[in-house]
Each structure stands twice: as structure tokens, then as C-alpha cells.
């Protein structure tokens, strides 16, 4: 039988006024009878009607997570923090893996939209998504442009390149690939490429571009290439193992960069150089943007960049 706010009240020894005082952090009460509150509603696996409270104005206190999938280690592990991080703001979440179709991510916000959460944080890679322009409720993107009304938190893709550049030419390859895996929008994930073409043009040096989406990287790897720029660690990865196939050792026949730089992938590959995209501070920035706009709907809230950080062995 599902627990009622009155159950709550009576195992607490406090009035029903006293519970929902609790739940809806409202008004002067001691610590003491907030503890004994909560000790009920965890004994009675009491959970508060979100809909409810949000047919009455109040906060739902539920935040709307909608990634592309939670495959790739940096989207589980920045989808962690966030859950983390929320749950100390009072928080609770709900997670959406978009798994990079449209149809999937239209369902997804109808659904968050339904069950009235206060606010969404998109690492969406469907860009084309018209319920974005439309929605009034508040959300930040991750990385990625979404809608003239939605505020981007990013790292700093530009810096990046640029890092991954140097970490190359620090290390005087001769012939560099660089893997491009970019949309078409204005996102800020475009500055990465940039940051990797302005950094080569300043030092007078060519490169391959190769299309992520049509190059057989079997057929492509080893080749002439000593450099290669990857689009993310696993692809990075994964060019690494041809070249280990092929006898040749990173980081002395050749050098690769990744990109993303999760700690799963730093703690069971430390030998792959990689550009770090640091997950704390990007929750916390996603988090603090996301409140402004939830307590100033009203407001225009700027755009963030979180700079970056290299990782390479030994260093």
C-alpha cells in the first residue's frame, strides 16, 4: 500500500501541516523535527506527488537530463555529477539516453514536459528538434546550440585544438591527420577544428582532414601518418589498436591525441594523450546556469565556457 502524507505525520509524532512544512522547506522548524520527517518518509518509502506540487505552483524539485546515450564514458560520468550534484541542491533526477534519434528526444521532453519538472539540462545531438524553440520551461544545453533562447555551457573547444596541436608539433610529426566530426550548426564544438587549423597555419604546417563519418579507419591507419587528432578517446581508441596491430608503438613510432579525457578512459589507458574536458566544473556550471534561469525566467542568461586541461603520460 502506497504511503500517504498522513502515515508519514503519525510515524514522526508531528502534524500533517508539520510534514508538508518539511517537504516544501517552508517556514521556521527545528532540525530535530526535520530529521525525524525524513527518517519517516525513507522508512515508508514516501515520495511526494511532483505533479501535485506542480499543480499547485510549488516546485516538482525534478530536473530532466536528456543525453545522447550513457555508452560513452564522459556522457556517464558528466550525467553522474550532474545526478550528484543535484541531489546535495535538493534535487532529483530524471535521465533521458536520447540514443541520437529524434523521434526518441521529441517522446523524451513530452514526457519531462508532462511530469512537470522544473527545468532540463540537453547534451542533445539532434539539433532539428522544434519542441527547443518552443518550450517555456527553463533549459540550459550542453555544448551544442539548440535555440536562440537556450544558454550553451561549453568547454572551451577552441583551447582544446589548440592544445592537441601543440602536444603534435611538440613532438615533431612529420605528416598529421585530423579526424573531423563536426555538425553543421553554430555549436560551439566547430572551434575545435578551428583551433586545430589556426595553431597549424601559425606554425606554416599541413594537414589531412578525414570525415569521421565516411573514412574506413582500417584502410586509412597506419598510412603516412605519424600525427593523428582524434574527434574522442574512443575513436582515438580505436586508431590506436591499428597501429599496435600494425607493430607500431604510441607515443614513440607515433603520437595521437583523444578527446574528453574521462577518468575511466585516463585509468585504463594512461597511455593515450588526451584533452581533458573537466565534468565537475562543467555540472557545476550547468547547474548554476540552470537555477538562474529557473528562479529568473525572465532573464537572459549568458552563454558559459569552461577551459579545458591537457593529459599526456608522464607529464
Do not use: C, W
Amino acid at each position: 500500500m502506497v504511503a500517504k502524507l498522513k502515515d508519514v505525520a503519525q510515524l514522526a509524532g508531528v502534524s500533517v501541516t508539520t510534514v508538508s512544512r518539511v517537504i516544501n522547506n517552508y517556514g521556521s522548524l527545528s532540525e530535530k523535527t526535520i530529521k525525524k520527517v525524513h527518517a519517516a518518509m525513507r522508512e515508508l518509502n514516501y515520495q511526494p506527488n511532483a505533479l501535485a506540487r506542480a499543480m499547485q505552483g510549488k516546485p516538482s524539485k525534478f530536473i530532466g537530463l536528456i543525453f545522447p546515450n550513457l555508452i560513452n564514458p564522459f556522457f556517464a560520468e558528466l550525467v553522474n555529477e550532474l545526478e550528484r550534484q543535484l541531489f546535495i541542491k535538493g534535487y532529483k533526477t530524471i535521465i533521458a539516453s536520447s540514443a541520437e534519434n529524434p523521434e526518441i528526444e521529441h517522446d523524451y521532453l513530452n514526457m519531462l514536459m508532462a511530469n512537470q519538472v522544473d527545468g532540463i539540462i540537453s547534451g542533445s545531438h539532434n539539433l532539428d528538434i522544434k519542441e527547443y524553440h518552443q518550450i517555456k520551461a527553463p533549459i540550459v544545453s550542453f555544448d551544442r546550440y539548440l535555440a536562440d533562447n537556450i544558454p550553451i555551457v561549453s568547454a572551451d573547444s577552441y583551447q582544446g585544438g589548440q592544445l592537441a596541436t601543440q602536444y603534435l608539433l611538440d613532438h615533431q610529426v612529420r605528416r598529421i591527420a585530423v579526424m573531423v566530426d563536426e555538425d553543421q550548426s553554430v555549436s560551439p564544438t566547430v572551434n575545435r577544428l578551428q583551433g586545430v587549423v589556426d595553431y597549424l597555419g601559425r606554425h606554416h604546417r599541413s594537414f589531412d582532414p578525414l570525415d569521421a563519418h565516411q573514412v574506413d579507419l582500417v584502410n586509412v591507419f597506419p598510412g603516412i601518418y605519424d600525427g593523428v587528432i582524434a574527434s574522442n578517446d574512443v575513436q582515438a581508441l580505436r586508431i590506436a589498436n591499428i597501429y599496435h596491430q600494425a607493430g607500431l608503438k604510441l607515443n614513440q613510432d607515433y603520437f595521437l591525441t583523444g578527446y574528453n579525457g574521462s577518468t575511466l578512459i585516463r585509468q585504463t589507458n594512461p597511455e593515450l594523450p588526451t584533452v581533458i574536458q573537466p565534468i565537475t566544473e562543467l555540472s557545476a556550471k550547468l547547474i548554476s546556469t540552470l537555477m538562474t534561469r529557473i528562479t529568473s525566467p525572465q532573464a537572459t542568461v549568458p552563454s558559459a565556457v569552461v577551459p579545458v586541461q591537457f593529459y599526456a603520460p608522464g607529464e
